[in-house]
T-cell receptor
Framework: QVQLVQSGAELKQPGASVKLSCKAS????????INWVRQASGQGLEWLGW????????GYAHKFQGRVTMTRNTSITTAYMELSSLTSDDTAVYYC?????????????WGQGALITVSS | DIQMTQSPSSLSASVGDRVTITCRAS??????LNWYQQTPGKAPKLLIS???NLQSGVPSRFSGSGSGTDFTLSISSLQPEDFATYYC?????????FGGGTKVEIK
């Protein structure tokens, strides 16, 4: 079955960077875009960007441009999302999600989420 | 950015009730509208894509409709497992944006 397994929770200092991983299994990794979405405690969902695992092509929300980098390692079917210059506003649960289609960007499978806490 | 406005933000309903949640886009998004269900501590679950397409395994009591700027998610007969928060998401343009959520609570 399709599975996305994310790396664990992290505590980061303000100004630091965090790199999250998302290990895909149960399907052909290269065939579906991976997106990243975050959710602050008690809040709604916020999209950070997407990556095509086949080409490595990415697209980022302009809010995160310059701070976010999405990459992948196809040999181990893993996607990564690095977010830099962290502030307390970045404290949230971060999800990776597979898009079934590139045009409707409908996310049918999600990772379990990784809580990133930014605090001194 | 396209703003997605859901209403109501919360509602109380009983098992067996029909529930309707609306989502309005700040500009036309054709049918580039997806619906998700989220329970506490869990990742969202895709219910409906492209405004009307029910995902495999999702009960038929869920349905979606709409195009342009106005969309609706309906639950024909609310079940205990349906008490959750529901989000709409537009995929017409980046950045992809979500509605603020509708929390469905037990009356």
């Amino acid at each position: 079955q399709v599975q996305l397994v994310q790396s664990g929770a992290e505590l980061k200092q303000p100004g630091a960077s965090v790199k999250l991983s998302c290990k895909a299994s149960g399907y052909t990794f290269s065939n579906y875009d991976i997106n990243w979405v975050r959710q602050a405690s008690g809040q709604g969902l916020e999209w950070l960007g997407w990556m095509n695992p086949n080409t490595g092509r990415t697209g980022y929300a302009h809010k995160f441009q310059g701070r976010v980098t999405m990459t992948r390692n196809t040999s181990i079917t893993t996607a990564y999302m690095e977010l830099s210059s962290l502030t307390s506003d970045d404290t949230a649960v971060y999800y990776c999600a597979r898009a079934i289609t590139s045009w409707f960007r409908d996310f049918d499978s999600w990772g379990q989420g990784a809580l990133i806490t930014v605090s001194s | 950015d396209i703003q997605m406005t859901q209403s109501p933000s919360s509602l109380s309903a009983s098992v067996g009730d029909r529930v309707t949640i609306t989502c309005r886009a700040s500009q036309s998004i054709a049918t580039y509208l997806n619906w998700y269900q989220q329970t506490p501590g869990k990742a969202p679950k895709l219910l409906i894509s492209a405004s009307v397409n029910l995902q495999s395994g999702v009960p038929s009591r869920f349905s979606g409709s709409g195009s342009g700027t106005d969309f609706t998610l309906s639950i024909s007969s609310l079940q205990p497992e349906d008490f959750a928060t529901y989000y709409c998401q537009q995929s017409f343009a980046t950045p992809l944006t979500f509605g603020g959520g509708t929390k469905v609570e037990i009356k």
